[in-house]
């Protein structure tokens, strides 16, 4: 630790900590030591907070206490995990159609809370309230996630996104202090082009920061620019993040980038889980949320076994989320790391299940496959594949100079014998292929994706 550094963790944080009301240091030393403990003790801890959201929510949350009469069940029928399937899955329309005044906890002046916002990659934001406290874990257990790859309070980093984090929106004087503590490269970027990313590159280089944090299509993205202009990032780690990691991508990406990438996932401001290492698998963080992994019908899937996600929040007071559909697959596995931390795995983090789909035939259509495909293909700077049926896809390609109809023809080809013969595959040349509001770029999309999991 140099001088700055250690005058960053010693003085600078606990002064913004105090200038936010957002008590992160507090939390993230709780967190360092709890996740050496056993798998049985964190299971306690579970427990012990489920119980005691659950009668929060029914005594403060109107959403909740109907749900409750409805079932005809009492908050003592849920005293351990294991019961909370009695409850039916809470969905983010369900969210929406209760949102804000029946689904946010009457014991909190809306006011002094903050209002979060998810990505709205597969449609419409959803809105959340958090308090001050709330933010402070939330922050406790991504600043864990970073310390696992290496990042510290104090060191560079740098941070590609659409808009700029800040703890002092609208108070010039302490984003600049804030920005000087953090010393953060952020780049901003709402559509990704070759000019873009040549420039992303060249201040990334200079600033020499331990750590990059990014989606990981943009991250692909940088590589493959990287790759064609004999570039290479001296890198200790990079975070990625709000998309589903390929393979494919991350060995492409680590590659040219000269580091491992640590991947990390989060829904609705629940920090769920994250890597300790980039060949690990991922940590749950188990004292901040329970995860259940379901099947199509919603009962429990069996360990090592893909499903849907559902998740517990145990810190979301304000607003709780109980049995949420992330909508997203995951698999869960009973094996423990080989670090050494309590913490239980996730063998699988597929994403979005709107990112797979099914043929006519019952073949599953994922990300996976198309990724690589196009990945060795000159000629296509952007690329995007739709289901628009179970027998229809649509290729988007915004093209290069270097694109041509043989090109055309030998990716028709490849999509076809993978897909199948009861699928077909329009391609389509596009001037541009839109990132979302939230600076993702998906490269495959069902529209027909409710039978996959």
Aim: aromatic letters at 10%.
């Amino acid at each position: 630790m140099n001088c700055y550094e250690y005058l960053v963790q010693k003085i600078g944080v606990p002064i913004a900590e105090r200038a936010t009301g957002w008590p992160v240091s507090k939390y993230l030393r709780e967190l360092e030591e709890s996740q050496w403990w056993s798998l049985q003790q964190l299971q306690e801890l579970q427990n012990e907070k489920l119980r005691k959201m659950i009668k929060h929510a029914y005594d403060t949350v109107p959403y909740y206490r109907e749900l409750f009469a409805d079932n005809n069940l009492h908050p003592n029928d849920i005293k351990t995990m294991a019961d909370l399937p009695k409850l039916p899955i809470l969905t983010k329309d369900t969210v929406r159609a209760n949102f804000p005044d029946k689904i946010a906890s009457k014991v909190f002046d809306r006011r002094d809370l903050i209002v979060g916002k998810s990505s709205g990659s597969t449609g419409e934001p959803l809105k959340y309230y958090l308090s001050k406290e709330e933010k402070g874990f939330k922050w406790a257990c991504l600043y864990r996630y970073w310390r696992w790859a290496g990042y510290d309070f104090g060191k560079k980093y740098a941070f590609i996104t659409v808009l700029t984090p800040t703890a002092f929106r609208g108070n010039s004087v302490l984003q600049w202090l804030e920005h000087k503590l953090s010393r953060v490269l952020t780049l901003q970027t709402r559509d990704l082009d070759a000019d873009t990313v040549a420039d992303f590159i060249r201040k990334i280089r200079n600033y020499k920061p331990v750590m990059l944090k990014a989606n990981p299509s943009t991250c692909f993205y940088m590589a493959r620019y990287m790759n064609e202009h004999d570039i290479k990032f001296e890198l200790n780690s990079c975070i990625c993040n709000a998309e589903t990691l390929d393979p494919f991508v991350r060995d492409y990406v680590e590659e040219r980038f000269g580091c491992g990438i640590y991947d990390t996932y989060g829904s609705e401001g629940i920090e769920t889980a994250a890597q300790c290492h980039p060949r690990s698998g991922h940590h749950i963080a188990a004292e901040a949320v329970i995860t259940e992994v379901v099947d199509k019908d919603g009962n429990p899937a069996p360990m090592d076994t893909e499903g849907r996600l559902i998740v517990t929040a145990l810190d979301k007071w304000a607003m709780p989320f109980i049995r949420y559909d992330t909508q997203d697959a995951a698999t869960m596995t009973a094996e423990q790391c080989s670090c050494g931390r309590g913490l239980p795995l996730l063998s699988g983090v597929k994403g979005r299940i709107v990112d797979m789909g099914l043929s006519p035939s019952g073949k599953l259509l994922s990300v996976y496959a198309f990724t690589p495909l196009f990945a060795k293909v000159d000629g296509i700077d952007a690329w995007q594949v739709i289901q628009e049926s179970t027998g229809e896809l649509s290729v988007k390609i915004k093209p290069t100079p270097a694109f041509n109809d043989e090109i055309r023809k030998s990716i028709q080809k490849a999509i076809e014998d993978y897909v199948g013969s009861d699928v077909t595959a329009e391609i389509e040349l596009v001037e541009e292929i839109p990132l979302t509001p939230s600076g993702k770029r998906r490269f495959f999309i069902s529209k027909c994706s409710s039978d996959v999991l």
